[in-house]
C-alpha cells in the first residue's frame, strides 16, 4: 500500500532509487540535518525518523529520496562509511 502511495507521487511504477552523500550537518537533539547529493551536489533535508543507523557530519551515507510535506527527504538512511 504505501509503495503505491509512493508510485503515485513519483508518476510512475519504478522503484525508490537509492543515492549517495556526504552528512554535511546533523544536529541530534534536534532531530534533524541535511545531506549532500553525491551526483548533483544539492541538500536534502533528512529526518532522525528516517535513520537505519546514527549519522554524524562527515559520514558517507546512503538513502532513498521521498516527497515530504515541505520537499523532498533522505529516507532509509544507513551510514557507508564514518568519518
Keep these: 500500500m504505501i509503495k503505491n502511495f509512493i508510485k503515485k507521487l513519483f508518476g510512475g511504477s519504478k522503484e525508490l532509487e537509492t543515492k549517495e552523500g ?5 544536529n541530534a537533539k534536534k532531530g534533524f540535518g541535511f545531506i549532500i547529493i ?3 551536489n544539492e541538500e536534502i533535508f ?3 525518523t528516517n535513520l537505519v543507523d546514527k549519522i554524524r557530519e ?3 551515507v ?7 510535506k515541505k520537499g523532498p527527504i533522505a529516507t532509509n538512511v544507513r551510514v557507508i562509511k564514518k568519518s
Design 58 to 60: 562527515k559520514n558517507k
Design 46 to 48: 533528512v529526518h532522525t
Design 38 to 40: 553525491n551526483d548533483s
Design 62 to 68: 546512503s538513502f532513498n529520496i521521498e516527497k515530504g
Design 22 to 26: 556526504v552528512v554535511k550537518f546533523f
